[in-house]
């Protein structure tokens, strides 16, 4: 039996933005958009490479108060979310011209070039292209 991570869930405050976010500023793919009922939408986002067998990210908007003081801290702080690239320097450029906040300077590790963004709800993620073994 194959399994694999279909999606995650992403709080956010409201849907169109974070589809603007993610598809315009990242090139991510809007896999699906469905209304659900007056208030609630079934929205799938994933890298632009995605084969169908990636995970997407599920956007969901936040409705109660704990889901609200979420938004942003769904790790505590740490980096939640890794964007791998074959194409770094060309990704990163692309995102710092389309206005994506980035924490710090890329750098070199020893498992990958990387460099943190942070998503406009708070969320961080590591953008890298890990290093050929």
Known sequence: MAQFISAVTLLVDDYDHAIDFY???????LVEDTKLSETKRWVLVAPS???????SILIAKADTDAQ???????SGGRVSFFLRTDQFDQDYS??????????????????????VFEDPFGNKWDLLQPKAH
């Open 49 to 55: 490479q995605a084969d169908g067998q990636s995970t």
């Open 68 to 74: 609200i003081a979420s938004i942003g801290q769904q």
């Open 94 to 115: 692309a995102m710092l011209e389309k206005g994506v906040r980035f924490l710090e300077e890329p750098r070199d590790e020893v498992y990958a070039k990387v460099v």
């Open 23 to 29: 598809v315009n500023s990242l090139g991510f793919t």
